[in-house]
T-cell receptor, first 110, second 113 residues
Framework: GENVEQHPSTLSVQEGDSAVIKCTYS??????FPWYKQELGKGPQLIID?????GEKKDQRIAVTLNKTAKHFSLHITETQPEDSAVYFC?????????FGTGTRLQVFP | SAVISQKPSRDICQRGTSLTIQCQVD?????MFWYRQQPGQSLTLIAT?????????ESGFVIDKFPISRPNLTFSTLTVSNMSPEDSSIYLC??????????FGSGTRLTVV
């Protein structure tokens, strides 16, 4: 089955700096890699995802890169803002089930 | 993407009692998933609920403790039975898979006292 590892567990950055969160997965057959943002008291919200037929995807200040050979994918947030502060989870599928990473608590200081 | 309504949003329950959580989706979906998120932790899949068949439980979760109903393609319930303080968590339903992205409800924050 799929195993997902996520690093770092906590990340503190100054407003305007970039933040990078990395995940590795074990199942080479996985083909879909979402990233979720969870704010306090809320459910996870999908912020970006990537499928295995592309190596990078961007959406404004957020980007995800995928290296299928190395079986890792990363979330990049540029020009961070205080409202980016939240817990971020990566995930990968195991058949039709999503397996989540352990989460990264991102704090953006003004 | 699908919109999920989950209720209750939170509850405080006495140990030994049961709580049923409801999940309503605005479109028909084949697969629904129930997750548990313990305080400060990641999401752990409890079970997959398909309409017309029994739910499939993950290792460590059993039907007697977490019975699930899936009466139609837009609705599911999860019951947390005979609760203890260790059951205090956020419970989340989700839909997706089969080539589509996954959407989550806002969660039910359960505190067992």
């Amino acid at each position: 089955g799929e195993n997902v590892e996520q690093h770092p567990s906590t990340l503190s950055v100054q407003e305007g700096d970039s933040a990078v969160i990395k995940c590795t997965y074990s199942d080479s057959a996985s083909n879909y890699f979402p990233w979720y943002k969870q704010e306090l008291g809320k459910g996870p919200q999908l912020i970006i995802d990537i499928r295995s037929n592309v190596g990078e995807k961007k959406d404004q200040r957020i980007a995800v890169t995928l290296n299928k050979t190395a079986k890792h994918f990363s979330l990049h947030i540029t020009e961070t803002q205080p409202e980016d502060s939240a817990v971020y989870f990566c995930a990968a599928p195991n058949t039709d089930k999503l397996i989540f990473g352990t989460g990264t608590r991102l704090q953006v200081f003004p | 993407s699908a919109v999920i309504s989950q209720k209750p949003s939170r509850d405080i329950c006495q140990r030994g009692t049961s709580l049923t959580i409801q999940c309503q989706v605005d479109s028909q979906v084949t697969m629904m998933f129930w997750y548990r998120q313990q305080p400060g932790q990641s999401l752990t899949l409890i079970a997959t609920a398909n309409q017309g068949s029994e739910a499939t439980y993950e290792s460590g979760f059993v039907i007697d403790k977490f019975p699930i109903s899936r009466p139609n393609l837009t609705f599911s319930t999860l019951t947390v039975s005979n609760m203890s303080p260790e059951d205090s968590s956020i419970y989340l339903c989700s839909v997706g898979g089969q080539g589509r992205g996954y959407t989550f409800g806002s969660g039910t924050r359960l505190t067992v006292v």
